[in-house]
């Protein structure tokens, strides 16, 4: 061997030394960090306690686990199955309030003094209206023609007709 090798061979043993020396020293999962030095001041611990001097390298990113993102979401699998359809629509939006259906039924009709009174039954009851009236706090008589009678639901103020034509 020449004098070239054997100083060759000298420092790749002081490096291998040194090098299982500093391992030795560290903790489990530690980042080494080189640089220039300076006094340490903060250090923060990554995953799995590894510890990372900020001040000194703040250019290195704590590494994070390859299963979760750092938002803590699932990156999921890569080979997953996956879909080409369109997603579903959303749910209709519910459109405006509605009156409900009217809730008495045409009995009959009298014309009278030049007014029209109407019969009609609600629930058990029939009752006798004319134009104005109030029918269940709920309902007003608008107008009453020959073959309609027109309402307003007072809650929404909606109006709705029904028919007084007598069924053959």
Do not use: C
């Not at 420092?11 to 291998?16: K, Q, V």
């Not at 040194?18 to 923060?44: C, F, I, M, Q």
């Not at 699932?74 to 309030?97: C, E, Q, V």
């Not at 209206?129 to 073959?147: F, H, M, N, T």
């Amino acid at each position: 061997m020449n004098k070239r090798q054997v100083l060759l061979a000298f420092a790749l043993l002081a490096t291998l030394g040194l090098a299982l020396t500093v391992a030795d020293d560290e903790e489990p999962g530690a980042v080494a960090v080189s640089g220039p030095t300076r006094a340490a001041k903060p250090v923060s611990r990554g995953p799995a306690g590894a510890q990372v001097n900020v001040e000194l390298a703040p250019h290195v990113a704590l590494l994070q686990p390859r299963d979760t993102m750092p938002e803590g979401k699932s990156t999921g699998a890569a080979f997953a199955a996956r879909t080409w359809d369109p997603p579903p629509p959303p749910p209709p939006r519910p459109g405006p309030p509605v009156a409900p259906p009217l809730p008495f039924t045409y009995v009959g009709k009298k014309f009278e003094e030049g007014s029209w009174e109407v019969f009609i039954e609600l629930g058990e009851r029939v009752l006798v209206v004319q134009e104005r009236d109030l029918i269940a706090q709920q309902w007003r008589v608008d107008k009453i023609e020959p073959s309609s009678m027109t309402l307003t639901y007072l809650p929404l103020n909606q109006k709705q007709s029904l028919s007084i034509v007598a069924a053959n």
